[in-house]
T-cell receptor, first 109, second 116 residues
Framework: KQEVTQIPAALSVPEGENLVLNCSFT??????LQWFRQDPGKGLTSLLL?????REQTSGRLNASLDKSSGRSTLYIAASQPGDSATYLC????????FGAGTTVTVRA | DAGVTQSPTHLIKTRGQQVTLRCSPK?????VSWYQQALGQGPQFIFQ???????QRGNFPDRFSGHQFPNYSSELNVNALLLGDSALYLC???????????????FGPGTRLLVL
């Protein structure tokens, strides 16, 4: 059974600091990995998708890496802003999406 | 493109009742997945529908059932509701190929179900 873990569970940083969010998974037989953002009480917004054959994916201030062999992915958010405050979820696709519990980020102005 | 839509947005039921939640996928998508998200947790996979058939199922009891219509929209039915069924129910759509889809899964805003 796929287990996905996200560390830390919560993070509070001042505006402008870079964010590093970690995700680990137990079974490396995945098709891809997605990072999502979730605002309180809302649905999920896809941020980045990394195919299993890729090592990295970038979109604006966001960069995600994937090391499938070690079962790890990291989401970097550069120069954080208060609008980045949300819960960030990673999910691995091994015929279905298996999610971690998320990292709740607070960016202080 | 309206994206993935779900109805209703909120719902309150009592224990033992039955509920039906609805989902319309993003235009061009034919695969629909349902997830349950309890407070403070990540979403848990319930099942996936493709070509009007349940193709994959997560670890949920038979009280959870679904249906997909020819226009690709989908329903999630939950019978004999328990207090523990209170959660945000999310629907996600993806383009043809669901299982090994290489593209992004798009999520709707969810239906928040409260069971009293």
């Amino acid at each position: 059974k796929q287990e996905v873990t996200q560390i830390p569970a919560a993070l509070s940083v001042p505006e402008g600091e870079n964010l590093v969010l970690n995700c680990s998974f137990t079974d490396s037989a995945i098709y891809n990995l997605q990072w999502f953002r979730q605002d309180p009480g809302k649905g999920l917004t896809s941020l980045l998708l990394i195919q299993s054959s890729q090592r990295e994916q970038t979109s604006g201030r966001l960069n995600a890496s994937l090391d499938k062999s070690s079962g790890r992915s990291t989401l970097y958010i550069a120069a954080s802003q208060p609008g980045d405050s949300a819960t960030y979820l990673c999910a691995v696709n091994d015929y279905k999406l298996s999610f971690g519990a998320g990292t709740t980020v607070t960016v202080r102005a | 493109d309206a994206g993935v839509t779900q109805s209703p947005t909120h719902l309150i039921k009592t224990r033992g009742q039955q509920v039906t939640l609805r989902c319309s996928p993003k235009s061009g998508h034919d695969t629909v997945s349902w997830y349950q998200q309890a407070l403070g947790q990540g979403p848990q996979f319930i099942f996936q529908y493709y070509e009007e058939e349940e193709r994959q199922r997560g670890n949920f009891p038979d009280r959870f059932s679904g249906h997909q219509f020819p226009n690709y929209s989908s329903e999630l039915n939950v019978n004999a509701l328990l207090l523990g069924d209170s959660a945000l129910y999310l629907c996600a759509s993806s383009p043809s190929g669901g299982v090994s889809v290489v593209g992004t899964q798009y999520f709707g805003p969810g239906t928040r179900l409260l069971v009293l």
